[in-house]
């Protein structure tokens, strides 16, 4: 009796608004660990958007805050994903509707903008006014 693999993959698919999750149920002989392995490397292939900031459909902008501060924003609009960069940490926030500019948000954090206006509201601190650079 051989032991069984599970390969997973999860693709977040921003059109389908689900993940898909492929399978592969291997039994462990050298022939099936072979398959594994570049099974394994194909799959590796598939990952979050969210990772590749060089994707072309990612945009960068760099902002100058009130306090002296630098912060970037890293924009997928295909997932209405943005990524705040402050202080070499990153967070993800999620696209909220706005009537006018943009806005995205995790509930605790969150950045409001428009035009070259950007404002960073943290917690409880007293939100950051920012410009793009």
Do not use: W
């Amino acid at each position: 009796m051989s032991a069984v693999g599970i390969l997973y993959c999860v693709n977040k698919a921003a059109d389908l608004g689900r993940e898909s999750v492929f399978r592969l149920t291997i039994g462990l002989n050298p022939k099936n660990i072979v398959f594994a392995v570049l099974a394994a490397c194909l799959l590796s292939a598939c990952t979050d958007t969210a990772t590749h900031a060089n994707s072309p459909d990612v945009r960068e902008v760099s902002f100058s805050c009130g306090n002296g501060e630098s912060v970037a924003v890293r924009f997928f609009p295909a997932q209405g994903v943005a990524v705040l960069v402050r202080d070499g940490q990153t967070i993800e926030l999620q696209q909220q509707p706005s009537g006018s500019g943009f806005i995205y948000s995790n509930g605790l954090n969150t950045i409001r903008g428009k035009g070259d206006n950007l404002t960073v509201e943290i917690g409880r601190m007293v939100p950051l006014q920012c410009k793009a650079r």
